[in-house]
């Protein structure tokens, strides 16, 4: 059959057009739908690895835009990471707080930890207060959280009633569910496969 008696059909590259400019006019109006400005909660769990180097990123923007941003770390602590050690360069725009004393096997005292993790609690509950902070990042809050450490809905509240273009990322493994009710954005990082579980160790730029 000819090419002229199917004037009807639609060559590959028109049809990928037609598909493109249909999902153009979708998220066109989702984007239009969109009209609320206000801080997020975010929130990164799950086993996988990511949730960290998600908010760390997220960090990043933020001070691209000029940001005033602060850090509480509640579990790391014990060894120094590459974040830290660049993050800290921005010392007029970033309050960088690190609070732990290492993961609970290391330090093998729960009164010890409980207290760390109240101490980091206490400064981020104060940036949390504070208008001044647009970002915040909670680095490995839900353990102290999952732990019983911290009170969940001491951590709710003062997140329901921080200031309203305040944005808050929140990271470690099982959020409570109050958390992720909580959240506008939640991502659940799932383990596929890691180099750890090679017997290879972590490495500085990837792990630390």
Known sequence: MSDESRPNELSADERHRERMQRKKE???RRIARA???????????????????SGFGM?????GHGFHCGVVQFIKGSFSTGEEAFFRRFSDELDYHVMGE?????????????????AAWQIAAGMLA?????????DELNIALVKGYIDVQKVC??????PAQQH?????????DALVELADTV????????AFQAGIRAQKGIEL
């Open 187 to 194: 991502t659940e990082m799932r383990v596929v496969k890691h």
């Open 26 to 28: 979708l998220i066109d």
């Open 59 to 63: 960090l990043a923007r933020s001070l």
């Open 130 to 138: 504070d208008p001044q902070y647009d970002f915040v990042l909670l």
């Open 157 to 162: 509240d003062a997140l329901r009633a921080r």
């Open 168 to 176: 808050v990322v929140v990271t470690g493994r099982g959020a409570p």
């Open 35 to 53: 009209t609320i400005e206000r801080g997020v909660l975010v929130v990164n769990t799950g086993n996988g690895k990511g949730k960290s180097s």
């Open 102 to 118: 290492g993961y609970t096997w290391e330090t093998q005292d729960k009164t010890r930890d409980i207290q760390a993790a109240e």
